[in-house]
């Protein structure tokens, strides 16, 4: 079984984020799920965005790194939007990495280093029409073709799709997705 460090998206750490990672521990894996809004979640991405904002994205980075300083090295990082930018850097740049999950967003991989590292399997989930991981599917196509490297696209054009807590849920690309996660992390 897995130890994963989760990060949640920008309207905070939701029911839908907890339930998801409550999914992953009733399949026998460590799941840590850092609050790292301090108990603030918002009904808007742009409520959301203004919070980290006015916070300051890197002060609320800087949790999502001291989650993982307080933890072993052999971990997979999940994120999901905005806590991608903190799984994703973790995943390149702290020795010991398992694995990484990257749910609707994808960082260039020269941001965080020259290369994705050699033996770090990582899956990119997006929706085809998502306004917002269009942006980043650029890097997504990029980082998939690396050895270890999977990218799924999923119909529709929902950001939050696996947030059972939010109007952009979608249960059919949401189970997809799960099924895939968990023959992920019964790989590494």
Do not use: N
Request: glycine share 10%; charged share 25%; with cysteine.
């Amino acid at each position: 079984m897995a130890e994963i460090l989760l990060f949640h998206h920008i309207q905070g750490y939701t029911e839908g984020i907890q339930a998801f990672a409550d999914d992953l521990r009733e399949a026998g894996h460590t799941v840590h799920a850092p609050d790292m809004f301090e108990g603030r979640t918002f009904g808007s991405l742009k409520e959301g965005m203004s919070f980290a904002r006015k916070s300051g994205f890197d002060v609320i980075r800087k949790r999502g790194a001291a989650a993982a300083d307080e933890l072993g090295p052999d971990l997979v990082y999940a994120g999901f939007s905005f806590g991608v930018t903190i799984a994703q850097r973790l995943a390149q740049t702290r020795p010991g990495a398992r694995g990484a999950l990257l749910m609707y967003s994808c960082i260039p991989v020269a941001e965080f280093g020259p290369s994705w590292p050699d033996g770090v399997p990582v899956q990119i989930h997006g929706k085809q029409g998502d306004e917002f991981f269009d942006e980043d599917l650029p890097a997504a196509r990029e980082l998939a073709e690396a050895d270890s490297a999977e990218l799924f696209l999923y119909p529709g054009d929902q950001h939050l799709f696996a947030d059972s807590s939010l109007a952009d849920f979608d249960p059919e690309a949401t189970e997809l997705l799960m099924e895939r996660v968990h023959t992920f992390l019964a790989s590494v």
